[in-house]
Antibody
Framework: QVHLVQSGAEVRKPGSSVKISCKVS????????ISWVRQAPGQGLEWMGG????????NYAQRFHGRVTITADESTNTAHMEMSSLRSEDTAVYYC??????????????????WGQGTLVTVSS | DIQMTQSPSSLSASVGDRVTMTCRAS??????VAWYQQKPGKVPEILMF???TLQSGVPSRFSGSGSGTEFTLTISSLQPEDVATYYC?????????FGQGTKVEIK
């Protein structure tokens, strides 16, 4: 059973940055995509980007490109998502999620089988 | 980027009713569509993938169909525990866009 454990809630001021971690309990950390998904209060799910740890290069949704950095540390089985220039609209629950072994994937793209518990980020002055 | 549009945005039905919701892609995505269930206050969970393949443990009253640009999720007999918001997601390529969700309530 794969578990994803995220870091705790954060409060930030507008214009600052936040870095969230996601520790994965799985021997196969390096080979499956870790995605980051956010959900603003009362809103839907929004895919932000993802990384295959063994490749090290992340892909981002256009609207987050340049403001979000996704990294993965193979030595600690931990993925990170850092967002800069925070604004009030970034107040949301941020989830990490991991693909899993499946014959129904399309290359490195797949559905997310396992999710972290979510991290609430509040941006307020 | 390919957009995913779900309809309706919400629905209310009685226990035992058959419920159907739709997800439309702005371009073809083959069968690379997943459905997630998010119960109130909970983390999303994978329900279905490859357009119609149920995740292990998901009740058989859930079914899916579709390929290309149109996909449906059906609950054959709505149960109280099915109250949730259902999201489709394409995963043929990045970005792995979600639909805006369909909220299911009991009448």
């Amino acid at each position: 059973q794969v578990h994803l454990v995220q870091s705790g809630a954060e409060v930030r001021k507008p214009g600052s940055s936040v870095k969230i971690s996601c520790k994965v309990s799985a021997d196969t950390f390096t080979i499956y995509t870790i995605s980051w998904v956010r959900q603003a209060p009362g809103q839907g799910l929004e895919w932000m980007g993802g990384i295959v740890p063994m490749f090290g290069t992340a892909n981002y949704a256009q609207r987050f490109h340049g403001r979000v950095t996704i990294t993965a540390d193979e030595s600690t089985n931990t993925a990170h998502m850092e967002m800069s220039s925070l604004r009030s609209e970034d107040t949301a629950v941020y989830y990490c999620a991991r693909d899993g072994p499946s014959p129904f994937c399309h290359g490195t793209n797949c559905y997310s089988q396992n999710w972290g518990q979510g991290t609430l980020v509040t941006v307020s002055s | 980027d390919i957009q995913m549009t779900q309809s309706p945005s919400s629905l209310s039905a009685s226990v035992g009713d058959r419920v159907t919701m739709t997800c439309r892609a702005s371009q073809g995505v083959s069968t690379y569509v997943a459905w997630y269930q998010q119960k109130p206050g909970k983390v999303p969970e994978i329900l279905m993938f490859d357009g119609s393949t149920l995740q292990s443990g998901v009740p058989s009253r859930f079914s899916g169909s579709g390929s290309g640009t149109e996909f449906t999720l059906t609950i054959s007999s709505l149960q109280p525990e099915d109250v949730a918001t259902y999201y489709c997601q394409k995963y043929d390529s990045v970005p792995r866009t979600f639909g805006q969700g369909t909220k299911v309530e009991i009448k």
